[in-house]
């Protein structure tokens, strides 16, 4: 059986354009360059988190690190952030898919401490870093910056 989306990956280059690791996503197996319509996007994660732990992570990126996209609230699944490798996982933070309150807020920062203790890093798009809370989590945990390719 043959599934309607399959595990891509984007080469994420620094200054020079050397591959420094690749960002992990879904695609449509009808249309390649589109995300597949049938799948809510705050289940994307946890899909490409089983395709790359079932896959392995040396298949998938030939000893680079992988960045998988995480809303904010995706941040808090501890079973799934468990089966990855720490200091091969960059975790691209996205905006919230709803509003939070302070109380959940303080629960991510927590969160986020916890994870970069554990070894993981954290990226950011450009267009976050002047959000009003994740504004504090950049400057503290960030440790990439992505920012389009024009």
Known sequence: MRLPFFLARQPIVNEKKE???YELFL???ESPDRYPTNIPPYKAAFI???LL???GYHKVAHGKKVM???SIQNVLNKAYLETLIPEKTVINVLEPYSPLSDRQWFMIEAKIRELKKAGFEFAFDFDLINHRKLKFIFYRYGDYLV???P
């Open 147 to 149: 920012v389009p390719y």
């Open 27 to 29: 695609r449509s197996e």
């Open 68 to 70: 998988i996209n995480l």
């Open 53 to 55: 732990t079932s896959i």
């Open 48 to 50: 490409v988190i089983d």
């Open 19 to 21: 591959v420094v690791l």
